[in-house]
């Protein structure tokens, strides 16, 4: 019971201090680093001290200095000898930390970018510790050598003290900052923060400028790519959210740069991402100024080109962020960016269908149509009316290389264009609605077949929608496409789309509906649409079986 006791006990007292110094670290809003540092700091000197205490009042001839000019009280030889062997260990300290910290660093490098060295000996506060180190280890060697029989330097040997124990205590704290500091989000984020500024700001000589924007877009590629490799997917989400957040940040603040900023420097034609390219597409980019976002783009294509076989959930998250840096065109009024995005969102695309990669397509298009939305709300009927033939070729690429689910996908993604362009009366409906007739063409194969009905499906419910708006022309226009159906095919899909009664998946994808459920007054827009075919007079709606 005594010992359950004083167990007790010394945990209530533990637990006293514990709370006591939570309060003086709030009181004092200190960082909870330093606080530690303090406690590492206070609880030795008080050990010493009482230790020291202790001798001092049960020695047998009580000395006649009081404790504390007895302590400072330094003879010549005990002096010498201290010092130099506080010498001995602050070299000693030093030495582990440069090995500490360049094994760390060297394997940070190593793993992500090797501008993390670099960024490192940059950082203040790194260069601040490594010269303290250094200095305490100096002034501790000509200290322990200034000491003679004429002269002891007691204050010289005061402060050797007091820096040679800072420095002990300084070894925790620093290395603490050092891995929090190689933390590779904490190094992504200050790339993107110092290219952003490099970017925006005019201070400097353009072509210096242009090469550090160019490295600084390089290096969070390269750590998007090793982490992908890796396996390590939550730094490569950070890296490619940086590409976006950079590119974000860039736009609005792009038309404060002189003239020159925006010309293809030497630095910026003999990169990789630029040598390659024809004479008038590299024209084309330095007359409409959009080279660092071709760069941020090409380099979110390399990491899908990585990412779509390692990490597809990186890919689909290229796809969002690239969405991202499209609408940020749009909000800044910069159709020359806006295309260039549209460029690599049909790249993107592509890659997935020459890859067979049906779910990355699928995600793609997602995004891709969400963009467009955006092109309807702006009244942007021109890009939106590319981006419809871009639609359009794409599924019927898709058809050619057995990608059916792929061709659906675009079917139903261009119905939800028309139907939102026809609400907002935008001047490009009509060729998007011609663009999504012109997806189905004669089945070769029993594939293609099934194919076709999905995208019949999608056009006559995009029908139904034109009915209830009022928007009878427009349907009518769907009906002529397809009054050559076989009436039993026709009848077959109206039965499909009646007989869906669930509006959500039952998987978990990020559209969330069922692309074959119609809400129950389109379903009785469907008699009106199926009401002008003559041959299916006589047959009965499935609702009436």
């Known amino acids: 019971m005594g010992l359950l006791a004083a167990g007790s006990g010394a945990a209530g007292t533990a637990g006293r201090s514990h709370r006591l110094l939570f309060r003086m670290r709030r009181w004092l809003h200190l960082p909870s680093w330093l606080s530690a540092w303090l406690a590492l700091g206070g609880a030795a000197m008080a050990i010493f001290f009482a230790v020291y205490l202790i001798d001092y009042y049960r020695a047998a001839s009580r000395p ?17 000898n201290a010092l130099g062997n506080l010498a001995q260990v602050v070299v000693a300290v030093l030495g582990i930390v440069i090995t500490v910290v360049s094994i760390v660093v060297q394997l940070s490098a190593t793993r992500y970018t090797p501008r993390i060295a670099t960024l490192f000996f940059r950082d203040r506060k790194n260069l601040a510790m490594l010269g303290f180190f250094v200095v305490t280890c100096i002034l501790s060697l000509w200290v322990s050598l200034s000491v003679s029989a004429d002269l002891v330097p007691r204050l010289a040997i005061a402060l050797t003290l007091g820096l040679v124990t800072l420095s002990l205590l300084l070894i925790l704290p620093y290395f603490a900052y050092v891995f929090d500091f190689l933390d590779p989000e904490k190094i992504i984020h200050r790339i993107q923060e110092q290219t952003l500024i490099l970017s925006v700001t005019n201070q400097g000589s353009t072509g210096s400028r242009q090469r550090a924007v160019l490295d600084g877009i390089e290096q969070i590629s390269d750590i998007a790519v090793n982490a992908i490799t890796s396996r390590d997917q939550l730094i490569a989400a950070s890296a490619v959210d940086a590409l976006k957040d950079l590119g974000v940040g860039y736009l609005p603040l792009k038309i404060a740069q002189e003239p020159p900023w925006f010309q293809l420097g030497r630095d910026v034609r003999t990169s990789p991402d630029f040598v390659s390219m024809a004479k008038e597409s590299l024209a084309a980019l330095n007359s409409d100024g959009t080279w660092v976002e071709w760069k941020i783009l090409r380099q979110l294509l390399n990491v899908y080109s990585v990412a779509i076989a390692e990490l597809p959930d990186i890919g689909h998250l290229i796809a969002i962020d690239a969405r991202y840096l499209g609408e940020a065109a749009l909000e800044t009024n910069d159709r020359a960016s806006l295309r260039v995005c549209i460029k690599f969102f049909n790249t993107f695309i592509r890659i997935a269908l020459n890859t067979q990669k049906v779910r990355s397509a699928y995600n793609v298009l997602h995004q891709y149509r969400q963009l467009a939305e955006k092109l309807i709300a702006f009244e942007q009927p021109e890009i939106l009316c590319e981006v419809a033939e871009h639609l359009r070729y794409y599924a019927q690429t898709a058809l050619n290389l057995h990608l059916g689910f792929v061709t659906e996908t675009l079917a139903y993604d261009l119905a939800a264009l028309c139907e939102e362009a026809a609400k907002r009366h935008s001047p490009a409906h009509d060729a998007m609605l011609g663009c999504l007739l012109s997806i189905d063409q004669a089945a070769e194969t029993e594939a293609q077949e099934v194919t076709l009905r999905g995208v019949r499906k999608a056009q006559i419910k995009l029908a139904t929608a034109y009915i209830e708006m009022g928007n009878e022309l427009a349907a009518h226009r ?37 692309f074959d459920y119609l809400e129950p007054p389109r379903k009785e827009k469907l008699k009106t649409f199926f009401g002008w075919f003559d041959n299916l007079d006589e047959l009965p709606m499935s609702s009436e079986k």
């Open 64 to 80: 006649l200095l009081s404790p504390l000019r007895l302590l400072f009280r330094f003879d010549i030889e005990t002096a010498q």
């Open 478 to 514: 769907i009906y002529l496409d397809m009054q050559h159906e076989r009436p039993e095919r026709l009848l077959s899909i109206r039965d499909e789309l009646l007989a869906v009664h669930s509006k959500d998946f039952w998987e978990i994808v990020d559209r969330g509906t069922n």
